[in-house]
């Protein structure tokens, strides 16, 4: 099983330890690009003028502290992935509390797909960063299609023969779509919320709490030892684990998409 996820805009102010160590991340076939997204955004932020930076970067007037953030990343303290992303998924997930099978399993199974690193294993150590998929870096050009060529070079092996489960929002699922029998493979989830509006049912598409009945979901996957290896086990696993899940028609060799509906948020 590989899940794949969103990092997160929430991180922890500062890491601990020692400094980045690219050749010590996972999946070091990523490297030559993240040397090359990390030169760019080093150098954008470096600059005296940082109305560049402020401007690539969408950061607002109240965030003026996060290039120079940016400039010393290769000598910042370092900290895990999953310690250093804070955000409302993670916070659901809450990878610290998790028991030690359920932390083995995450490690194996876990990948967090990023702007400035690709993907990381939740053990890589990296410091506080800002840069998002969304972004256009100078000189590489938007980031989502900066990374296809990298990613799908290295995530169909990573992939392997197992269920991929894609958590991605929209910006990070574009650097890199299954294709052929991955994407066979391969299920989606929205969430919906049910509640009675004058005697019917209405649904409506989670936004905001999307993200944490997805954090929800993983953590109850890895704390039962669910390893899937199809979409039709997942759905099994999930109703075993008392998800309301629906199976939405998809085209042949296309991703099965899933409904996991939820009457509380």
């Not at 809450?94 to 199974?109: F, H, I, K, N, V």
């Amino acid at each position: 099983m590989l899940v794949l996820l969103p990092p997160s805009e929430g991180k922890a102010g500062s890491g601990e330890g020692a400094p980045l160590d690219l050749a010590g991340l996972s999946l070091p076939a990523l490297n030559p690009a993240r040397t090359a997204v990390l030169d760019a955004l080093v150098a954008l932020c470096s600059a005296e003028d940082q109305a560049p930076a402020m401007a690539a970067l969408g950061l607002s007037p109240g965030l003026r502290g996060e290039p120079a953030r940016n400039a010393a990343l290769r000598t910042a303290p370092a900290l895990p992935a999953d310690r250093l992303y804070t955000g409302v998924l993670y916070d659901a997930l809450d990878p610290a509390s998790l028991g030690a099978p359920a932390r083995t399993l995450a490690q194996r199974s876990l990948l967090v797909v990023s702007g400035l690193w690709g993907a990381l294993r939740p053990g890589d150590r990296i410091p506080p960063y800002r840069c998002s998929m969304g972004v256009k870096l100078p000189p590489l050009g938007p980031l989502g299609t900066y990374w296809r060529k990298a990613l799908g070079e290295v995530l169909p092996g990573v992939a392997g023969s197992g269920l991929v489960l894609d958590l991605r929002s929209t910006a990070y699922a574009a650097a890199w779509r299954p294709t052929g029998e991955v994407a066979a493979r391969t299920a989606t989830v929205r969430v919906l919320h049910e509640r009675e509006v004058g005697g019917v049912a209405k649904r409506s598409v989670v936004s905001h709490f999307n993200k944490a009945t997805k954090g929800r979901l993983v953590r109850d996957l890895l704390q039962a030892g669910a390893e899937p290896a199809d979409p039709a086990e997942l759905v099994a696993a999930l109703r075993d684990l008392k998800y309301t899940v629906e199976e939405q028609p998809a085209a042949a060799g296309q991703p099965l998409r899933l409904d996991v509906v939820v009457t509380e948020l």
